[in-house]
């Protein structure tokens, strides 16, 4: 089974510069899952969709942040313009299940965006 | 609302020893607890998983987590830490039955492993 697909994996910008990450979840996976993980921090969840609908972003700054699910299954993050404090990995996830199914299975993480702002 | 709490940032065994990292979380519902494991460099990975069935819980590489409702804590434990667990380790709440139900990840607890 492929994994979580996510590109690309280094990006290196300077501030003010917009940046796009992309993300392929794994194949039938109904919620998708964008986090940032600045270093030393656990992962911070940014924005959660089921299938083509956000079901949680309420830790997005949407004042420069978005992102999209397009038709259910990619997805793409927006960032617009970077700050230095947007340094981070950006981990995309998938899993099976939700609440709204009443179940809820493990994510699985694809290799993370490495973003540098300069 | 979910939260969870990892208690020890850093944690240092010699090899051969037993290894125990600390995990208390808060939830409004019936939880599921999950600990990932992130080598440097590389994506997260599923260790071992509770959802309501066994409090003991077994995974891979050896370790085991048990969930103990009264005192909240779902702690990893492994009896012979070996150079290869050298990592950063994340507890994870979930829950259903409430529509703003999210993973949350703990802060982490990295573990360097003595030769």
């Known amino acids: 089974e492929a994994g979580v697909a996510q590109s690309p994996r280094y990006k290196i910008i300077e501030k003010r510069q917009s940046v796009a990450f992309w993300c392929n979840p794994i194949s039938g996976h109904a919620t998708l899952y964008w986090y940032q993980q600045i270093l030393g921090q656990g992962p911070k969840l940014l924005i959660q969709f089921q299938n083509n609908g956000v079901v949680d972003d309420s830790q997005l700054p949407k004042d420069r942040f978005s992102a999209e699910r397009l038709k259910g299954v990619d997805s793409t993050l927006k960032i617009q313009p970077a700050k230095l404090e947007d340094s981070a990995v950006y981990l995309c996830?998938?899993?099976?299940?939700?609440?709204?199914?009443?179940?809820?299975?493990?994510?699985?993480f694809g290799q993370g965006t490495r973003l540098t702002v300069v | 609302a979910q939260s969870v709490t990892q208690l020890d940032s850093h944690v240092s065994v010699s090899e051969g020893t037993p290894v125990l990292l600390r995990c208390n979380y808060s939830s409004s519902y019936s939880p599921s607890l999950f600990w990932y494991v992130q080598h440097p460099n590389k994506g997260l990975q599923l260790l071992l998983k509770y959802t309501s069935a066994a409090t003991l819980v077994k995974g891979i590489n050896g370790f085991e987590a048990e969930f103990k409702k009264s005192e909240t804590s779902f702690h990893l434990t492994k009896p012979s830490a070996h150079m290869s667990d050298a990592a950063e380790y994340f507890c994870v709440v979930s829950d259903l039955g409430s529509s703003a139900s999210k993973i949350i990840f703990g802060s982490g607890t990295r573990l360097s492993i003595r030769p």
């Open positions: 996830a998938s899993s099976l299940g939700s609440w709204l199914t009443g179940s809820h299975t493990e994510a699985f």
